[in-house]
């Protein structure tokens, strides 16, 4: 898997509904990137439904504890968005979760 984030953005705003879909690799440092990408999602209406989905990224365990965080708690991280803005983020997990640790080889 490219290790690379890349992050595409839908958005209707007739249905009040953006999908911010992003593969790649997903640390607790470039998680930050993505919260960037979400919060202008988010200021481009008000009460706009966002899907993050990552179910195509290799998301580490830390990373992936921190979105769902901002998912139950409706809001960004205060670095990210001082004001703490109402943020109606769900997100759509990875299929297969991050490798924590040295990774097995069959032989």
Known sequence: MNSKLNILVR?????????????????????QALYVVVKRANSLKQGLDLELDISNAWVDDEALEQLQACSRTHHLPAKIDPQQKPCNVSVLAPRVPAV??????AA
């Not at 249905?15 to 790649?24: D, E, F, N, S, T």
């Not at 924590?100 to 080889?105: K, R, S, V, W, Y």
């Open 100 to 105: 924590t640790g040295p990774a097995l080889i």
């Open 11 to 31: 958005v209707d705003l007739d249905h009040a509904r953006a999908q911010v879909i992003a593969k790649g690799h997903i640390t607790v440092h470039s998680v």
